[in-house]
């Protein structure tokens, strides 16, 4: 399985901006965004499973939505209303598993696939 995001880039604060993971060699997985700021951790960003099951993290609910073609084998991030603490590398993640209910999401050891990552940088 090989992933590949992109569409990062430059925008303002309280703009939007839609990042796009191409997946090849794949199918039927769970699929993923993480984000890595400067001098932290890479924390979660929201799931999708292959039926369009979601879970978000609460820092980004009711600004950010992910959806996925499945025909296309790519999965989006649409990032609305972004905050300087939105600024980072994002990163897509795949696995066969599919319980986005159980914590399992939230951990990056847990993931079995990732692609390189794309800087969004928000500024003020």
């Known amino acids: 399985v090989q992933l590949q995001a992109s569409g990062g880039g430059l925008v303002q604060a309280g703009g939007s901006l839609r990042l796009s993971c191409a997946t090849s060699?794949?199918?039927?997985?769970?699929v993923a965004w993480f984000r890595q700021a400067p001098g932290k951790g890479r924390e979660f960003v929201a799931a999708?499973?292959?039926?369009?099951?979601?879970r978000y993290a609460d820092s980004v609910k009711g600004r950010f939505t992910i959806s996925r073609d499945n025909a296309r084998s790519t999965v989006y991030l649409q990032m609305n209303s972004l905050k300087r603490e939105d600024m980072a590398v994002y990163y897509c993640?795949?696995?066969?598993?599919?319980?986005?209910?159980?914590?399992?999401?939230?951990?990056?050891?847990?993931?079995?696939?990732w692609g390189p990552g794309t800087l969004v940088t928000v500024s003020s």
């Open positions: 060699g794949s199918t039927g997985y769970t």
């Open positions: 999708i499973t292959w039926s369009g099951g979601r």
């Open positions: 993640a795949a696995d066969t598993k599919s319980s986005i209910g159980s914590d399992w999401v939230l951990l990056t050891n847990r993931w079995r696939y």
